[in-house]
């Protein structure tokens, strides 16, 4: 088997940063092909923080209350980003809105727990969802990995993995159904985009087949 590329990722937290614990994790056993090379936290004080240090990332704090607005506050988390050179950005559990330079357009990567379009757009996080979803009555939800635009829950879906909403699931019992299903997906999106397999065609994404291998056939 050929060694696996791995790409250079900034990962952006607001919170726990159990979404991203799962990527270094998984970064490290080899299972997600991903080096991360720093973690942006919008708040300090997070528990987030602690645990990209148990893992020997190195961490910049910038505090969206320390900035008037977005655009502000979006130029100094990139100029953070940018410092260290990364093929993509990841957002795990990132609660801040964010204007998405050109250059970055196509290499921001979000989760939202849902199946999108469905229960997002601003405000809709966290338990939050889960609550609308119960109250619905809806059959099934899940996870959506998406690139980042300039909308709330919007850009291009990658993929979505659906579970089924049982019947007495609480928002909770619902939740947790759906991480499970978010540590799978999201290092999933992780590859395929470090495989160069996602062909992204106006609003909609296109994964692309394994190239086969051109060493070793015999005819």
Do not use: W
Not at 35 to 58: E, H, L, M, N, T
Not at 59 to 64: D, I, K, L
Not at 181 to 201: S, T
């Amino acid at each position: 088997m050929p060694e696996q590329p791995r790409i250079r990722a900034v990962i952006l937290i607001s919170g726990s940063g159990t979404t991203m614990e799962n990527l270094l994790q998984r970064a490290d056993d080899g299972t997600c092909h991903m080096d991360c090379v720093g973690v942006v936290s919008s708040k300090s004080g997070v528990g987030g923080i602690a645990r990209a240090q148990k893992f020997g990332v190195p961490v910049q704090v910038v505090e969206r209350k320390d900035y008037l607005d977005a655009a502000a506050f979006s130029r100094q988390v990139f100029k953070m980003v940018s410092a260290v050179k990364p093929d993509v950005v990841i957002l795990a559990g990132f609660l801040s809105y964010l204007h998405v330079p050109e250059r970055y357009k196509g290499k921001i990567l979000n989760i939202h727990p849902s199946l999108l379009p469905k229960f997002g757009g601003k405000g809709m996080y966290g338990i939050k969802v889960h609550q609308k979803v119960v109250k619905s009555g809806e059959k099934e939800s899940g996870c959506t990995v998406h690139y980042v635009d300039e909308e709330y829950d919007h850009g291009p879906i990658i993929l979505q993995r659906k579970v089924p909403v049982q019947p007495g699931d609480t928002p909770e019992t619902l939740q947790e159904r759906v991480m499970e299903a978010e540590r799978e997906a999201y290092p999933e999106a992780v590859n395929l985009y470090a495989e160069k397999r996602l062909l992204q065609v106006a609003q909609s994404v296109r994964i692309l087949p394994v190239k086969p291998e051109k060493a070793g056939v015999s005819k």
